[in-house]
């Protein structure tokens, strides 16, 4: 993510996109490794991206299916593990990718008014990712 | 009314006793599906059990009776003569004495249910003390009447709320505000005397078994310490259990709560309900308020 990312949240287009910035981190040792963006975004996200390790694992594999199966889901599709954090000023999103195991797109949003844009985005982003 | 948090089980912050009443009531959840049956413990007491729900227990030793909690429902006290009447001609005819109770106009089914609860929580918090083992599981007929019986979650919460009722009451309210169908949920405080997490309210019929509603409190109390070293104002996440599932949990005023979410339409109900709140120009996180205990509304 050296150049600016495709799926960037300020890109013009029809759909007002929320104000979102992105991160490529790895889950196993909580670096930000791929960043187009700078300032108190890149700070926030390398902070987050720093616990990853810690916060993938609270709610463990193990952890998350036993919920799905209790909650009467489906814990095949158990892999599905996105996490969602919210203040009453950012909203952080950690999802991590399917296709390339150990990387975790993460996601700041200086807005809490738009979760639905936010989320709507982020999604996008891993498609983007996961189809690469 | 009177105010009821002077009759309320005496569960204490003793570390060893909440495991013990927590292991009591994982014994509840032991018993088998469908089957009613008495949890004994020889001279000390017995917890009767229906569908792994409890209908009555009584210990050696109770500081209160189920008539003292009724008579003190009111003010002035109600007569003990009149209940204990209700008693006498219920066993006659056969017939529950909480359908007597409620037939002759003595309390309220809300009343009856919340002092069946701090009688049970009364008799568990006592068994707990014995620190003893159930000597069988009697099977019996099935007798009493479903709407009051207590899961062991529900149970456990109506012992964790007698530490600060008034907190309790704004915990029960706050999770019946937000909780949405297809989700089910508990309201918690840290606390080293439950094994991290002291549960002081749930849904209704929550019927998460302990051992799981326990870790995942604990699971998002860690979640939210993880996320304080990064952004110490998040009170609001949601981690996905698979594609349809979700855990939500919020804090406010030093209260964690989780909600379960069963699908994703119950999931964006129950987010788009508590970061409405968070936005909102009045809601800050905020450390509780220190208040004096008052009576259960």
Known sequence: MNQRPRFAGDQSGEYARAPLDFG?????????????VGGEARTRLEDMSATLPVLVDTLGEVSRRRLATLLGGEPAGASYSELVLVSKDHVYVVQPLQNREGLALVSVSPTTTSMGKILSDVHAAVGGLDAE | MKPEHSWT?????????????????????????????????????AILVDNRKICWAFARDMRFGLTELLQNQYEPALPRADIEGVYR??????????????????????????????????????????????????????????????????????????????????????????????????????????????VIAVAP?????????????????????????????ISLLRAACCERTALVAWRDQGVCYAGLCASRAATARLMSSLSERLTAPAFAYAEPPRQKGAARP
């Open chain 2, 89 to 198: 001609r219920c066993r006659q005819e056969g017939r529950p004495i909480t359908e007597g109770l409620l037939e002759h106009g003595l309390t309220s089914e809300l009343g009856l249910r919340r002092a069946l609860s701090k009688h049970h929580g009364e008799a568990i918090a006592q068994l707990a003390r014995t620190f003893t083992t159930p000597s069988d599981f009697a099977p019996s007929r099935p007798g009493y009447d479903v709407r009051y019986s207590f899961t062991a979650a529900e149970m456990l919460a109506l012992s964790g709320a007698n530490v600060d009722p008034s907190r309790a009451a704004r915990a029960q309210s706050e999770l019946a505000t937000h909780l949405v169908d297809e989700t089910t949920g508990a309201a918690f405080v840290r606390s080293q005397a439950s094994s991290g997490a002291l």
């Open chain 1, 24 to 36: 490529l981190a790895s889950i196993a040792n909580g670096e930000l490794l791929e960043c187009a």
């Open chain 2, 9 to 45: 089980p005496s569960i204490s912050a003793d570390p060893r006793l909440a495991s013990s009443v927590i292991r009591l009531l994982e014994l509840v959840e032991s018993t088998p599906s469908g089957v009613a049956g008495a949890l004994r413990f020889g001279e000390h007491g």
């Open chain 2, 205 to 233: 019929h929550c019927q998460l078994p302990l051992v799981d509603l326990l870790d995942v409190l604990k699971r998002a109390t860690s979640l939210f310490d993880v996320a304080d070293v990064f952004d110490p104002g």
